[in-house]
């Protein structure tokens, strides 16, 4: 299916390590999850939302599109800076037309929660790649709130829900560690009369619970058990417009700063990062391999911590990175998986079955970038171990990204650290999360052909 903000056509890639260091200083594009969610909550509010630093990727206009289809005014003053005339929490209307969210699983997700909530019916569909994507795991909690699911076989898209405008509230334990999903009941909950709850057996990124917080809604947050916690939330809160400032994403900023920790001789700052502690996982496990990553200014930005980062390439060692600390890093496997290959000796990265319904069966595909770059790689399991080379990547091969930003991205950045040319099939869906990513690269000296 073509549609508007579809990545148009295949580009393919060769990369080869750049004659001299990468340096210079950065900013990436604004993290992607609260650039969903200020769309959403912003399009639920009273009033007007002014909002700067919103990532411009294709997943986020999908929301963007998604959110003008049910009624709220989305207007585009200038590069990141958006305003949003919401239509509160009872003011969205029918849609005239399927909504098509791409490739883009919070989009899909987190939006079920809000149409399985309001009093009409609606259509999703996404790509192919989304398209293939469970469903269920929202649908199964939100069958709850009286709203009718219609899916195709195995709980996919494209979806058909018939919402109730009047739901329960929810109470729901989450069987997978998904933000994606807590956000959903959390957001089917504004529409209900008193407490929805949710428990997280393990803590997943807390973005909703933040943001709605700014937008006036009361949430309280307990810690359960080792590392869990309960959200409990208050129905029909009144949401009031407010200004939102998106922070640099880690999980863009987490391919710039690899590459400069494995191109010998490179220095490379990342201003104005995000550094909420439930996604900086990334970060522990390469300090735990021996990186160097300065942390800098740190300080609260749109109520979100923010620190400038700078990484400077040196050697690394194998890291055993638990099962626990998945959720904190879960889009960051597969370049971690590069700065492993790199690395002295052997590292586990553990409990990665959620790297299975991602873009692509993330597991199986960053196994495939590996090896056909010359990597021992093992899966045991839900374990990925990784045989480092100890600096010298041999490279050679060509990646299949399937649709998937994050393989696209990991393969360039193994491409700049490899003894031969690594060879990418399609560099188009990069544009989802990190418009602009080549050019960026570029400015720091990656030499990567257009
Ligand atoms: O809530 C979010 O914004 C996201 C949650 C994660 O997905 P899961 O909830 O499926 O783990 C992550 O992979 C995705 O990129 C963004
Ligand atoms: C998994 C990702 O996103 P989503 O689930 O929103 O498609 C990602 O960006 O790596």
Not at 21 to 44: C, E, N, W
Not at 334 to 343: E, R
Request: hydrophobic fraction near 45%; glycine fraction near 12%; aromatic fraction near 2%.
């Amino acid at each position: 299916m073509k549609t508007d903000h579809a990545p148009s056509s295949v580009r393919a890639l060769t990369v080869t390590a750049p004659r001299a260091p990468l340096s210079g200083s950065v900013h990436v594009p604004g993290d992607k999850s609260i650039s969903h969610r200020s769309l959403m909550f912003s399009a639920l509010a009273r009033g007007t939302t002014h909002i700067t630093g919103l990532l411009e990727g294709e997943d986020v206009l999908r929301t963007a599109d998604a959110m003008r289809a049910l009624g709220a005014s989305i207007t585009r003053n200038g590069p990141g800076t958006w305003t949003v005339q919401g239509c509160g929490l009872d003011g969205l209307g029918e849609p005239a037309d399927v909504l098509d969210m791409g490739n883009s699983g919070t989009a899909a997700r987190l939006l079920s929660g809000i149409l399985a909530s309001h009093g009409f019916t609606s259509v999703m569909t996404g790509d192919a790649s989304l398209r293939g994507r469970p469903m269920k795991r929202v649908m199964d909690p939100l069958a709850a709130t009286g709203a009718t699911f219609l899916a195709r076989r195995g709980g996919r898209l494209p979806l058909a829900i018939a919402g109730n405008a009047n739901p329960p509230p929810l109470s729901y334990r989450l069987p997978v560690a998904s933000a994606q999903v807590k956000s959903a009941v959390l957001l089917a909950g504004l529409n209900a009369v008193g407490e929805t709850r949710v428990e997280e057996p393990v803590a997943t990124r807390d973005h909703t619970e933040n943001m709605l917080r700014h937008f006036g809604a009361s949430v309280r947050v307990e810690p359960m058990g080792a590392g869990g916690r309960v959200i409990t939330l208050q129905g029909r809160p009144d949401l009031v417009a407010c200004d939102i400032v998106v922070p640099g994403d880690p999980s863009s900023a987490a391919f710039v700063l690899v590459a400069a920790l494995l191109v010998p001789g490179s220095r490379v700052s990342v201003p104005g990062v995000g550094l909420n502690p439930l996604r900086t996982g990334l970060f522990t496990s390469l300090r735990e391999m021996g990186a160097d990553l300065v942390i800098s200014n740190e300080r609260v930005e749109g109520g979100e911590p923010v620190g400038d980062i700078t990484a400077t390439a040196g050697s690394l060692h194998g890291v055993d990175v638990p099962a626990t600390r998945a959720p904190s890093m879960i889009d960051e496997y597969p370049i971690l998986a590069v700065a492993a290959a790199h690395a002295n000796g052997q590292s586990r990265f553990r409990g990665l079955e959620e790297l299975r319904v991602k873009e692509s069966d993330r597991l199986a595909a960053t196994v495939a970038l590996l090896e056909a770059n010359g990597i021992r790689v093992e899966v045991v399991g839900d374990d990925m171990i990784v045989h480092g080379t100890g600096g010298v990547i041999p490279g050679g091969g060509l990646v299949h990204t399937h649709m998937d930003h994050r393989l696209a991205m990991s393969a360039i950045i193994m491409g700049l650290a490899a003894a031969r040319p690594v060879s990418v099939d399609d560099t188009a869906f990069i544009d989802t999360s990190f418009p602009g990513f080549v050019t960026l690269m570029n400015s720091i000296g990656a030499g990567l052909g257009a």
